[in-house]
């Protein structure tokens, strides 16, 4: 894995930037909907790889994540383990 696919290179600040403004998005909708609609937007048009690659920073801290984004990845669907080879 290089040092772009861990959840500290460019890789990991592309994704933060990017869930960031899919959240600044929904956060124009009804508080009931926003959450939904950011994990239903990242199910949908995200591939397993990025949401493998998000749900990692998640898990190392997620510092830099907004709250909604934080909010919305219990309603995201987790991708299986990359297979190692």
Request: zero cysteines.
């Amino acid at each position: 894995m290089s040092p772009d696919e861990t959840p500290h290179g460019k890789t990991a600040t592309k994704l933060v930037y990017m869930a960031n403004q899919i959240a600044i998005f929904f956060k124009t909708q009804p508080a009931h909907e926003s959450a939904q609609g950011v994990a239903t937007h990242i199910n949908k048009f995200w591939e397993p790889r990025m949401r493998r690659q998000l749900f990692e920073i998640i898990d190392h801290g997620a510092s830099d994540l907004s709250p909604l984004v934080i909010e919305a990845s219990a309603l995201i669907h987790r991708p299986e383990p990359a297979k190692q080879v």
